[in-house]
């Protein structure tokens, strides 16, 4: 963890507490508590064979999990500078079983291919419906929804071609996911 960590924090790489990583367009951008990380990890359980597609990149530390315990992750975040720096560090670790994005996902990420995890590490109001078609048959969705300081956690799991079960895994407090600022067109 403390390969993805700026160097101002590298001693609280291993803290339970959110580490600064810089901010898009005012917003703060953080990674996660080590705690959430590692309970999303095990909810997901991620295996040998799975694709896997996470929205909000940051530093490359999910990523980097995501990618050592499955075969390959898309990876999209919507600041250039996050996904340069998590580049960086997937390198410096020769992870290569990872494609970087810098786009919007708020809405949706349209990808060729179906996952079999998806993890979004930004809370959003509700679970969105694109991302959970977006899932294999017995693929596994991670999302946290609602408003700070109340928010849950859930694991969506597809279980037919229309049918899914969600299951409330526990009550946490992440980053709301980045709405890009729209641009109004003045006289």
């Known amino acids: 963890r403390e390969n993805f960590t700026p160097d101002e924090y590298k001693t609280l790489a291993y803290v339970d507490t959110r580490i600064p990583l810089g901010s898009y367009e005012e917003h703060p951008c953080d990674m996660a508590n080590p705690v959430i990380d590692g309970r999303f990890l095990q909810a997901v359980d991620v295996q040998d064979d799975d694709l896997v597609l996470?929205?909000?990149?940051?530093?490359?530390?999910?990523?980097?999990?995501?990618?050592?315990?499955?075969?390959?992750?898309?990876?999209?975040?919507?600041?250039?500078?996050?996904?340069?720096?998590?580049?960086?560090?997937l390198q410096a670790l020769n992870i290569d079983n990872v494609k970087l994005s810098t786009g919007d996902a708020s809405k949706g990420w349209?990808?060729?291919?179906?996952?079999?995890?998806?993890?979004?590490t930004a809370s959003l109001k509700s679970i969105p419906t694109s991302y959970k078609?977006?899932?294999?048959?017995?693929?596994?969705?991670?999302?946290?929804?609602?408003?700070?300081?109340?928010?849950?956690?859930?694991?969506?799991t597809r279980t037919g071609e229309k049918?899914?079960?969600?299951?409330?895994l526990f009550e946490t407090s992440i980053e709301p996911m980045i709405q890009p600022v729209k641009q109004e067109f003045e006289f």
Request: proline share 3%; glycine share 10%.
């Open 110 to 120: 349209e990808q060729k291919r179906n996952y079999d995890v998806i993890a979004i």
């Open 133 to 156: 078609k977006l899932l294999k048959p017995g693929g596994r969705l991670f999302v946290v929804t609602g408003e700070a300081p109340a928010m849950t956690a859930h694991l969506v």
């Open 54 to 89: 996470e929205i909000g990149t940051g530093s490359g530390y999910l990523t980097a999990c995501l990618a050592k315990l499955g075969r390959h992750v898309d990876s999209v975040d919507i600041s250039e500078d996050m996904t340069e720096m998590a580049e960086k560090n």
């Open 163 to 168: 049918s899914w079960t969600v299951e409330e």
